[in-house]
């Protein structure tokens, strides 16, 4: 299998809290990967999830039309922005409404979907369910399963570890910036020791 993305030994300090140490992945093409880093978030290192950068004072229609801005063939472009349409419906409704006054469940749907105007080789999706209202919780990893399926390659960091593991082909569980377990989703899931720490088993 040809790796999609490959990390090798990769280390990052946050004034004096190490949050990544010596941390090496890969992603295989058309695979989920999960990265559950519970850890991090609850050390005080926290990251505006990529997802939420929407443009304010722009409305649904830019914001996805900025996503295809880098894309060398533009024929296609609204053909794909439809298909965004299809799969989000309560995008299309809203198409011509401010980004910013969309809920956040809305918001991070427009996100997913502008990254995947720009028909990019890998999606990576940063706290996707960070913030949300468990309404849409359950619906943006409905999505992100149906992305993979179709052949999208995904990194998902995601510290809602039982709902990652539970729709990745492969998981990383970070603790104190380290690697300490890789494994299948569902063995992860069925680990008592994640079980344990990570999933109130």
């Given amino acids: 299998m040809t790796d999609a993305l490959n990390v090798d030994h990769i280390t990052k300090v946050f004034g004096g809290l190490t949050a990544v140490d010596d941390v090496s992945l890969h992603v295989g093409e058309k695979e989920l990967v999960a ?35 880098l894309r060398k063939y533009k024929d296609g472009v609204e053909k794909d922005m439809e298909a965004m349409f299809k ?10 409404q401010d980004a910013a006054t969309l809920s956040g469940g809305e918001q991070q749907m427009l996100a997913m ?34 992305i993979n399926k179709e052949g999208m390659t995904v990194l998902l960091i995601e510290q809602n570890a039982r709902q990652a593991l539970s729709i990745a082909n492969r998981g990383y569980v ?20 994640v079980q344990k720490a990570y999933l109130g088993g």
């Fill in 35 to 69: 990265l559950t880093a519970p850890k991090i978030v609850a050390a005080g290192v926290s990251q505006v999830p990529e997802g939420r950068r929407i443009f304010a004072g722009m409305t649904v229609k830019e914001n996805l039309q900025l996503g295809a801005y």
């Fill in 87 to 96: 799969r989000f419906p309560i995008l299309k409704e809203r198409q011509k």
């Fill in 113 to 146: 979907a502008r990254a995947l105007v720009a028909r990019p080789k890998l999606l990576l999706l940063d706290e996707p369910s960070m913030g949300l209202a468990p309404i849409y919780i359950q619906e943006i990893f409905d999505i992100i399963k149906s």
């Fill in 174 to 193: 970070l603790a104190s910036g380290e690697v300490k377990m890789t494994g299948s989703g569902q063995d992860l899931l069925n680990d008592p020791a």
